[in-house]
Structure formats: structure tokens, C-alpha cells
């Protein structure tokens, strides 16, 4: 039962370039979301999807993309690259919505220099 | 807007001590309560959850006690293991399916 895995588990990038994180999971759950954790802060959600085909912002959107082709992947797109966004990157995923508890991939960290 | 605050870390202690990480929160309504815990190197987990006022919440040993009253939801733990050393995150949701408002995590470190 591989749960949410992410790839890649780091990336170095330079100032403009562009990425994709990937997220999957195999519960079949509805609900998935991606935080960024910065040091000594707490997890800031990015993004979230409720289902396939469907998602929206979530605190910290700016410079992120992100699409739902399918109930178990959830890409995060990075454009044009900054030193702000270096950070570690989380995927989860719920079967019931933020209420309930939430399944965390591995995290992915991001160097932009 | 709801917030979560809990003790500043790292908070070392000797095996078998007791651990007391304090969380308060603010939310409208009556939220969900959660603490995850973050081992090194790996993704946050599910530590014990509380969903109604007086609930207790429990897992592995560790203990939290959901107080509207004084609005907090401390976890506790009454003897300590090395492998309990990780980064403890208190969090709750106050309804609808996107948001989890985390605190900013306290670093535990056991010692043998």
C-alpha cells in the first residue's frame, strides 16, 4: 500500500525555470491538497482539489499551477522559478475533506538559486 | 481568521520524563483538533484527533484533551521514548473540506 508518494524528493533549480511536482495516490480519495513548509512556520496550503477536474486556491497560490486529470494525481506546476519558493513541498490526500484526517506524501525539497 | 499557537521548541527531555506541548487555538464554530507528528525526513502523520468539546484523543501513548473552555487541545505523554523525537504539529479544521490550519511545529528531542 504505497499511500501518496511524491517525485522528485529534491531539485535544485535555477531563477526562471519551470518544474513539475509530482503527487499520486492510490486510496482512491477525493480530496488532495499541497502545503509548502518553510522553516519555523507552519504548513501554508497552496492548492486543493476535490475532485477530478476540479480545483481551486488555496492561501499562498502565486506562482503555482496545478490540474486533476485523474482521481489519483495532482501535479503542482512551478513558472518562472524564484528564491522564494524554495522550500519543502507537500502533497496529501482525504477521503472526507479537511475534517478528517489528512494522508501526507514524503515531501519534495526545492532549492531555487 | 483561525489560528493555531503552540510552545516554541525544541524541547529536550531525558527518556521517560513526562512531556506536556502546549496548543491553543481560535476558530469560529466548534472546530476539528489534530496533532500530527513530522518524523525526521518523512511526511507528517496522523497523531490523534478530537472532534467535539471534552473529547480525548489518543494514540501511541499520547494523550490531548479538547477544551473549548480554555480553547486549547495540549498533548501529553507520560513517559518518553528516543523514538518519539520528532516535530509535533497541532492543527484544526472549523468546517469545509480546504482548509487545515497548522501551528508552526514543536521539535522534540529525547535523550537516552
Known amino acids: 500500500n504505497a499511500g501518496v508518494t511524491q517525485t522528485p524528493k529534491f531539485r535544485i533549480l535555477k531563477i526562471g525555470q519551470s518544474m513539475t511536482l509530482q503527487c499520486t495516490q492510490d486510496?482512491?480519495?477525493?480530496?488532495m491538497y499541497w502545503y509548502r513548509q518553510d522553516p519555523g512556520m507552519g504548513l501554508k496550503l497552496i492548492y486543493y482539489s476535490v475532485g477530478a477536474g476540479i480545483t481551486d486556491k488555496g492561501e499562498v497560490p502565486n506562482g503555482y499551477n496545478v490540474s486533476r486529470s485523474t482521481t489519483e494525481d495532482f501535479p503542482l506546476r512551478l513558472e518562472l522559478a524564484a528564491p522564494s519558493q524554495t522550500s519543502v513541498y507537500f502533497c496529501?490526500?482525504?477521503?472526507?475533506?479537511?475534517?478528517?484526517?489528512?494522508?501526507f506524501g514524503p515531501g519534495t525539497r526545492l532549492l531555487v538559486l | 481568521g483561525d489560528s493555531v499557537t503552540q510552545m516554541e521548541g525544541p524541547v529536550t527531555l531525558s527518556e521517560e520524563a513526562c512531556l506536556t506541548i502546549?496548543?491553543?487555538?481560535?476558530?469560529?464554530?466548534?472546530?476539528?483538533l489534530f496533532w500530527y507528528v513530522q518524523y525526521p525526513g518523512e511526511g507528517l502523520q496522523l497523531l490523534l484527533k478530537a472532534t467535539k468539546a471534552d473529547d480525548k484523543g489518543s494514540n501511541k501513548g499520547f494523550e490531548a484533551t479538547y477544551r473549548k473552555e480554555t480553547t486549547s487541545f495540549h498533548l501529553e505523554k507520560g513517559s518518553v521514548q528516543v523514538s518519539d523525537s520528532a516535530v509535533y504539529f497541532c492543527a484544526l479544521n472549523s468546517g469545509g473540506y480546504q482548509k487545515v490550519t497548522f501551528g508552526t511545529g514543536t521539535k522534540l528531542q529525547v535523550i537516552p
Open positions: 502546549n496548543c491553543t487555538y481560535t476558530a469560529t464554530g466548534y472546530p476539528s
Open positions: 496529501a490526500s482525504s477521503n472526507l475533506g479537511a475534517r478528517e484526517t489528512q494522508y
Open positions: 486510496m482512491n480519495h477525493n480530496y
